[in-house]
């Protein structure tokens, strides 16, 4: 049985390319595995345990922990998959008590390195130099939002930090089809698709996936093809994160901007307490959960403390902190507040 939990499990890992596999999956450690047992790890992915217990081979995508999906196309560059007969999929349940927490992964968002250089039309600074510093300083994933107005990070950025960034890249882009022809062609590990609009400043309340559940579940298939990762920035109410899971998605970043900007403790509180249930309703669903929008160095101690958030995406604090401290240690003291036990203030 592969449900059982395991001390230090949570932890990021790269997946083994298999022949003739050219994506390259990251997958977070939800439970042990004894060698050669196939499992669905988040929503979207079979995975094979192999002898170390900690390592996975990506084997195939397989759905909404579809294990008796229908083989992959044939374009899909993936070997194909051993056979399942002795896959158990990961059925969580509201009920699981949560896991001690391990450290929390830190995807750090370079947009606004991007927003200076564009403010001057200038060449620097570059993002793709501020995502080598933050990997150099332990970021687990780079963040970018390729915009439609492309207002900060551009598409060279894009590719050059796809063929640069060597932990997971994280694209931040919104649900149409052109950005997910770029998606596709460019290959991030993670697509997290988010609502646009271009009158915001940033990117306001979560996607209302509920709503237009047959388009986005058509756009994540073809990201899903084409070997990415989905993840969907919501609001952590429960129709979205059951929308989410039905689109088939993997990942679900709860939005934490009205935490953040909640005045008073008790406002505070209340939208902590929804992230919390957001957070333990998206893990029952199977979903992979994270986090971002908003936090700094005062109020992420609470969020990195929730049960089952794994990864917390943060840009504009750190980014404002590196420029009077240096972009390493801006990291480095962010990724110390996301490590047990966590600061509640
Ligand atoms: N997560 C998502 C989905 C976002 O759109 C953003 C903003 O680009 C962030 C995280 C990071 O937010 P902030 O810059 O406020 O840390």
């Given amino acids: ?26 997958v977070p450690l939800p439970f042990e595995c004894a060698e050669g047992q196939l499992a669905c790890v988040g929503a979207d992915v079979v995975a094979k345990c192999t002898n170390s217990g900690y390592w ?19 374009h899909h560059r993936c070997a194909p998959a051993s056979p ?8 969580p349940s509201a009920s699981t008590p949560p896991r001690p ?50 207002r900060h990070v551009q598409d060279r950025d894009l590719d050059v930090l796809r063929r640069t960034v060597q932990v997971p890249l994280n694209l931040e882009m919104a649900a149409t089809p ?20 271009r009158a915001e400043r940033t990117t306001e309340g979560g996607l209302d996936v509920a ?53 008073g403790a008790l406002h505070r509180q209340s939208h902590l307490d929804d992230l919390r249930r957001g957070a333990a309703t998206a893990h029952s669903l199977g979903l992979r959960v994270a986090a971002g929008h908003g936090l700094d160095y005062h109020n992420v101690g609470p969020v990195a403390a ?8 943060i840009g504009h604090s750190l980014v404002a902190r590196a420029v009077l401290v240096g972009f390493e240690r801006a990291v480095r003291e ?12």
Avoid at 56 to 74: F, K, N, T, V
Avoid at 334 to 345: E, H, Q, W
């Fill in 1 to 26: 049985m592969v449900g059982k939990a395991k001390s230090g499990s949570g932890e990021i890992l790269q997946s083994l390319a298999l022949p003739g596999c050219a994506a390259r999956k990251w």
């Fill in 56 to 74: 996975m081979e990506h084997i195939d995508e397989c759905g909404e922990r579809g294990l008796a999906q229908p083989p992959p196309p044939a």
């Fill in 84 to 91: 399942a007969a002795h896959a158990v999929p990961m059925q």
């Fill in 101 to 150: 927490k391990p450290r929390v992964l830190l995807g750090v968002n370079v947009d606004h390195v991007a927003t200076i250089r564009q403010q001057r039309g200038t060449r620097y600074p570059d993002p793709v130099l501020a995502a080598s510093l933050a990997e150099l300083a332990g970021a687990d994933q780079i963040t970018v939002h390729l915009r439609e107005d492309r």
């Fill in 178 to 197: 052109a950005m997910v022809a770029i998606a596709c062609a460019v290959r991030p590990d993670v697509v997290t698709l988010v609502p646009e609009r």
């Fill in 211 to 263: 709503s237009q559940v047959a388009r986005l579940a058509g756009l994540a298939a073809q990201l899903r093809e084409a070997g990415i990762v989905v993840s969907v920035f919501v609001a952590a109410a429960e129709v979205q994160l059951r929308a989410a899971a039905e689109v088939g998605a993997a990942t679900v970043e709860l939005h934490t901007g009205e935490y953040c900007d909640a005045k």
């Fill in 306 to 313: 929730l049960p089952y958030v794994e990864e917390l995406n």
């Fill in 334 to 345: 962010m990724r110390a507040l996301l490590v047990p036990p966590f600061d509640p203030n």
